[in-house]
């Protein structure tokens, strides 16, 4: 009862102060980190100039990307070789797949914007595809959601889709007419569609009013002021265009550019690294999350929506660093993007691109503020190495580190409370401080004797740390002792104000 009571006049009292969350978002705390990554650079250069040698580029362009600005450019080699036009960081390159997401953001807005759901069948807004004969009568039909994230049941169709550029809605439409042939059944698998994408370019269509061309360009394109981009190359200044080639018989082969047409929404944008940088830039901004004003042309919830992994994902157990180091990673597909956390818990968000005549990157590490986006005008280049390599360099030299998250209000409150029961346990049911399963869970007497065990090996208090928070209601403090350091983790409930609900304490050699 006397609990009882002290818990409701503890509620009483407190609620009005804590009823709504004092939220801090992560920042990052070193004043000079672009100074530190400044000093990479010249490494950096190295590796993206070796690489295009290395690996027979005609012309390769890329660009590092920090806090939202553009803040260093690098070229190499040529985008038309018989006139002898050399790249640079506003040559234009059909940039391929990374164009997906760019389709994706559209289709997030029109969900914003009330004009379609996630989750609808896709025959709602095609009709063609109402009597779509599945791989067996149970299957779920195909969603909007299933195409932003390869799990339609398409096949992959990688060589056959980088051919369809420039075909009209009504070649699109026949497929459907004709019927899909299904590798699996929709929502049970992973596999790249470009089929997928290019359905999803027509619902922009059939939703807005617009095509999707006209819908991204009047929607995306223009607030983010990239002026200099395109979608049918013949628009394009010829001393800006950069042509494809391939590399047969120790010699490049110029490569025929498809024109605009119905799959263009899976891979037919062409823009500069200069342009490109402002929609990277719109997704490194999309983080922390935050109270400020709306200043992109998408809402930063949809876009951290279009990174998160909503895919399968995949454990690569044998993948290296590129200098060589064993770092298991996983990875999944987004929304239109691609998602991969490595061993150091290292989060990259981005895409690649590939068609016949150009590959390209982009890779962020959202955390870290920082991206690299790359282009060649090569044939499947694989412009992601020198990109994982630029990131990993910068890394590395820079030592910068991921933005802090701030402990919370309630969090620090919570550990100070702690500090004086891990005093003296037998005052632990009266101080307040605990939810009503903590005593169920944990035994006073016990923690006691635990407790004092952990401070015998541990010596001499010396100091108490700070509350190290891992989100707003989960942290953790250092007792530093003279022979060990003591961890003491809590986590608190959903209540508010919220309790303690879950303890651990261990002791740490030093």
Known sequence: MILKTFHTILLTTCCSITLAQNYKPAKFTDPDRLKKIEAAYPVIDQIYKDYAVQNHFPGLVYGIIVDGKLVHTGSFGYTDIKAKTLATPQSDFRIASMTKS?????ILKLRDEGKLKLDDPAYLYIPEMKNTHYLTKDA??????HLLTHSAGYPEDNPWGDRQLAVSDAELLAIYKK??????NPGTGYEYSNLGFATLGYIIKKVSGKTYEQYINENILKPLGMTHTYWEYTEVPKDQLALGYRWLDNEWVEQ?????GAYGAMGGLI??????????????AAWPARDDAETGPVKRSSIREMQYPWDVSYLSANAKTTTGRPCPNVSAYAYGLRWAKDCENRVYIGHTGGLPGFGSNWNMLPDYGVGVVSFANLTYARASYPNSAALDTLLALSGIKPRTLPASAILEQRKNELVKVIADWSKAKQSGIFADNFFLDYFPDKLKAATEEAFAKAGKTLTISDVVPENQL???FIIRGEKANIRVSFTLTPENPAMIQEYHLDVIDI
């Open 102 to 106: 760019l389709a994706a953001m559209a």
């Open 256 to 260: 025929p550019l498809l024109h605009d």
């Open 179 to 184: 019927g899909v042939s299904f590798s699996n």
């Open 271 to 284: 823009t500069s690294i200069e342009d490109f940088s402002k929609y990277i830039a719109v997704h490194i």
């Open 474 to 476: 989960r942290g953790y």
């Open 140 to 145: 779920t039909p195909v969603t909007l959601r």
